[in-house]
DNA sequence: TATAGCATGTAATTAGTTACATGATTAA
DNA sequence: TTAATCATGTAACTAATTACATGCTATA
């Protein structure tokens, strides 16, 4: 049976112990989402489809008189999440990224747009590790609570790939600013 | 006017001097596609909504009977794509990787599965580099020719990116591998 | 008492890929 | 002569977002 990538997003979250949509797609938004978002209108059709397929199994929790239905991985659905994580098959690696979209096609730009373009993308990957960074306490207490590991790891992970990227545009952006004055002079 | 992402994509595209939609498409495949893909089925309806809007004009060239359809900015194209690469939008970042993905859930693997994962990972980042660096000097030829920096800027960046990707996976194995080495070892 | 958060869900839309159909030209 | 490349295009499909509708509960 072949599931989509989101799919086992919320298998993966099932295993870490969240039981809700809600909880799932909150969770979502603090931690795979820099690498792979999901939104309501997958998670909760998503959700159907699973335990259809019997891979979770749901429970109506009643809290008073809001409903809520919970679910928890099956024995296969056990399985079908360890398949993934270790089948050998291509790892898919897309990115769409408008700054560098720009860059490539940034000699139709003046010098000194060049420049603002650089900075605001920098800028933006800076923005980005600071919210990681507001992250990481939460990360590191999940990790003392169950003892996950990776979570923590991927989360290093992510604040030193956009670490990176933002001190490759702040050398790029002293390399053209450079250009841009010696322009000036001549 | 509102365009998408790929119709600017279209527009640098014929800045930078590609006439035909086949053209089009295989520069993309060397270049944007990286951190910006498209495919025939957006690049034919796109030329013909840009046309019909203004921004692009189009000839029918015949070369002996295989028929050819080459476009070239006009003024108004011109305009819009300065107008966007120009913009201080924010710039959109997306990316989905199945690599993170699951190593964001690896615990639920045993250490040994683990560190073949992370093998995989830095294997396919050591391949696009790879790949590029095969790219690098047609890239070079083309600046030479034409006077564009950016597009081998940003190949630069792409190398500078899977490398860093690439070293961090090594790192990473090398950690997982003594934590599966203590652990058997007690 | 009002706002934020918990909770579920769907309809409409947008974006993009894949697969296919067609046919000419060039180089091995 | 055959395979690769140049060239155009569309139909079907898949993935995903956005916006909306609904209603309960806890907190300031």
């Known amino acids: 049976m072949d599931l989509s990538r989101t799919a086992y997003v919320i298998l993966g979250m099932l295993k870490l112990g969240r039981r809700t949509g809600y909880e799932i797609k909150s969770l979502v938004d603090v931690s795979t989402r820099f690498f792979w978002a999901a939104s309501y209108g997958q998670i909760y059709p998503e ?8 891979l979770i199994r749901g429970r109506d929790e009643r809290e008073g008189a809001r ?16 398949g993934w994580l270790a089948s050998d098959e291509p790892l898919a690696h897309e990115m769409r990224d408008e700054g560098m979209l720009k860059f ?21 990957h800076q923005r980005v590790v600071e919210r990681l960074r507001a992250i990481e306490p939460g990360a590191r207490g999940a990790r003392e609570a169950h003892g996950e590991e990776f979570p923590l790891l991927t989360l290093g992970w992510g604040i030193a790939y956009h670490e990176f990227l933002a001190r490759w545009c702040e ?12 322009k000036k002079r001549s």
Chains 1, 2 share one sequence.
């Open 171 to 182: 050398q790029m952006e002293e390399r053209l600013a450079a250009v841009e004055a010696s």
């Open 47 to 54: 959700l159907k489809r699973l335990e259809d397929a019997g």
């Open 67 to 82: 409903r809520r239905r919970a679910y928890e991985l099956t024995a296969a659905g056990e399985k079908a999440l360890h």
């Open 104 to 124: 490539f096609f940034a000699d139709a730009l003046e010098p000194d747009e060049q420049v603002a373009l650089v900075r605001r993308l920098r800028e933006q």
